[in-house]
């Protein structure tokens, strides 16, 4: 079974390699989406795959350390496209969730990424 959590946090950025008069090379921000999806069995007494505590725990601290911040300036992210953003993001948090799937990450409405660790 999966389960999934959902967060929201607003960043700015640049993207420092792509060609002159790019739109993105300038600074800009997001409101990013990112869900979270775990999968597993579902535990025989609490009959759930985690609890939805730890899941936002594990989370937290990694949104509130890209939540209203410049991610070029966050080690490892210097040149944050959202395809970097989600293999950071995934780094932080397997450790502390080994039931990780997978993760979205949406950039805006429309564009985003699926990460699934590969």
């Known amino acids: 079974m999966q389960i999934f959590k959902q967060f929201t946090f607003d960043s700015a950025h640049f993207l420092p390699h792509v060609p002159e008069g790019h739109k993105c090379r300038n600074m800009h921000g997001h409101t990013y989406r990112l869900v979270v999806y775990l999968e597993g069995p579902l535990h025989p007494?609490?009959?759930?795959?985690?609890?939805?505590?730890?899941?936002?725990?594990?989370?937290?601290?990694?949104?509130?350390?890209?939540?209203?911040?410049?991610?070029?300036?966050?080690?490892?992210?210097?040149?944050?496209?959202?395809?970097?953003?989600?293999?950071?993001?995934?780094?932080?948090?397997?450790?502390?969730?080994?039931?990780?799937?997978?993760i979205e990450l949406h950039e805006t409405p429309t564009s985003g990424v699926v990460y699934t660790g590969e």
């Open 45 to 102: 007494h609490l009959q759930w795959v985690e609890d939805f505590a730890v899941v936002k725990n594990a989370i937290k601290p990694v949104v509130d350390q890209l939540d209203h911040q410049v991610m070029n300036d966050i080690p490892g992210l210097e040149n944050p496209t959202c395809e970097r953003i989600a293999v950071w993001i995934w780094e932080q948090i397997k450790p502390h969730l080994p039931q990780l799937e997978k």
